[in-house]
């Protein structure tokens, strides 16, 4: 195995002292332009690179992020929107240097664990938090721990209701190795908007039993989604009896499974609205198995758009939104606040309805 160079072959073959090596690769004065630059040429030439964890000891940013999905393991190989995400994610990281440290968890409670150790550690600089939870017992750790946050789906609730700050040992947190402020930022996307969008479509087309084949029911969008359905169905005239939402966890076996449920109910759904392609696609399998045709009987809308909805036939209306570039914008705003930047809210653009041949009117007599 090669041997990794360090300052003490840089400041050999550029003549210097080991001390000039490291006031020079760590931008503190002491030597001057031309020793500087004549050193970090040395350092380019052999292959150096920072030791991210004697960084991390001496105080300095390790140059790494982190992200944790805590989702069931069976929902992530299959679901195009997390490899999307964090491809644009990687994307920004990649140009600024930074590594993305990357973790799936079984829950919410591991997930907090992983920031804890991270955080003990100094394993990275800041943390990207996917799946905003409706009670969510990670914004009250990460201002506890200090630890720079960017929330991606929603701004997540700061204030403390006893007035007294957060309390680091309700927390976890048993002594803090740094005394750095936390900062929480978030991207948010309109998935009240998204599905107002899609309601107001499915309507005009003439459809009054419409089903949402829903997420996991303690993350915060799909309560969200769930809630603007009613509401957009409500101003319409539309009781939960004809317009309601299902509960899943975003795989193809339970999109599969609800679908049966409810086109088997007496006065079944003439549309459905799944909460990602993947329900969608095992969707519009289970109508062909069960001999409904799609759009004639039956109108299908995907929430995100995917080579799988375009390549199945009929192809499937979707909502298109750029995930890759949510990835970046939320990348974007972590490196910003960790630069120094004030936290804050940004938002990306809302989903554009693409309608396929998954949607038509409904039958005359329905």
């Known amino acids: 195995m090669a041997r990794r160079p360090t300052i003490k072959d840089i400041a050999r073959q550029a003549g210097v002292s080991e001390s000039a090596v490291s006031f020079a690769l760590n931008g503190r004065p002491g030597v001057s332009q031309d020793t500087r630059a004549r050193i970090r040429r040395v350092a380019e030439e052999l292959g150096w690179q920072p030791n991210s964890a004697a960084r991390a000891l001496s105080g300095e940013r390790s140059g790494a992020v982190g992200l944790v999905l805590a989702r069931p393991a ?3 190989g299959v679901e195009s929107f997390f490899l999307q995400l964090v491809s644009g994610i990687q994307e920004v990281l990649a140009a600024a240097r930074t590594a993305l440290l990357f973790q799936v968890v079984e829950d919410i409670d591991a997930e907090c664990a992983v920031y804890r150790r991270w955080w003990a550690e100094r394993r990275v600089d800041g ?5 905003p939870r409706t009670s969510d017992p990670r914004p ?3 201002e506890a721990l200090g630890l720079p946050a960017v929330t991606i789906g ?3 609730p700061q204030e403390d209701e006893g007035g007294g700050g957060i309390d680091p040992a ?3 947190v048993t002594a803090a190795p740094t005394a750095r402020p936390a900062v929480l930022s978030s991207v948010r996307a309109d998935d009240a908007g998204a599905m107002a969008q899609v309601l107001e479509y499915l309507h005009g087309l003439g459809h009054r039993r419409i089903v949402h084949v829903a997420g996991l029911p303690d993350l915060a969008h799909t309560v969200r989604r769930m809630e603007s359905l009613r509401t957009e169905a409500a101003r319409r005239g539309l009781g939960p009896d004809q317009v309601r939402s299902v509960l899943t966890d975003y795989s193809d076996t339970e999109g ?4 049966r449920r409810v086109l088997a109910e007496p006065e079944p759904p003439t549309a459905l609205v799944y909460d990602n392609d993947v329900m969608a696609v095992a969707g519009s399998a289970v109508a062909a198995e069960l001999g409904i045709p799609v759009p004639g009987r039956l109108s299908i809308v995907a929430w995100d758009d995917s080579a799988l909805c375009r390549v199945t036939h009929p192809r499937l209306t979707a909502l298109v939104r750029d995930t890759a570039g ?3 914008l939320a990348a974007g705003e972590l490196l910003a606040v960790l630069a120094g ?3 804050g809210v940004r938002i990306s653009e809302r989903p554009r309805l693409e309608p396929r041949e998954s949607t038509a009117p409904p039958p005359a007599h329905t």
């Open 74 to 76: 069976h929902t992530l």
């Open 127 to 131: 943390v990207l938090v996917v799946d």
């Open 140 to 142: 009250a750790l990460l």
């Open 154 to 156: 929603e701004a997540l």
């Open 170 to 172: 309700a927390a976890g």
């Open 256 to 259: 599969a499974a609800a679908t």
């Open 326 to 328: 949510f990835g970046r």
């Open 341 to 343: 930047d004030p936290p």
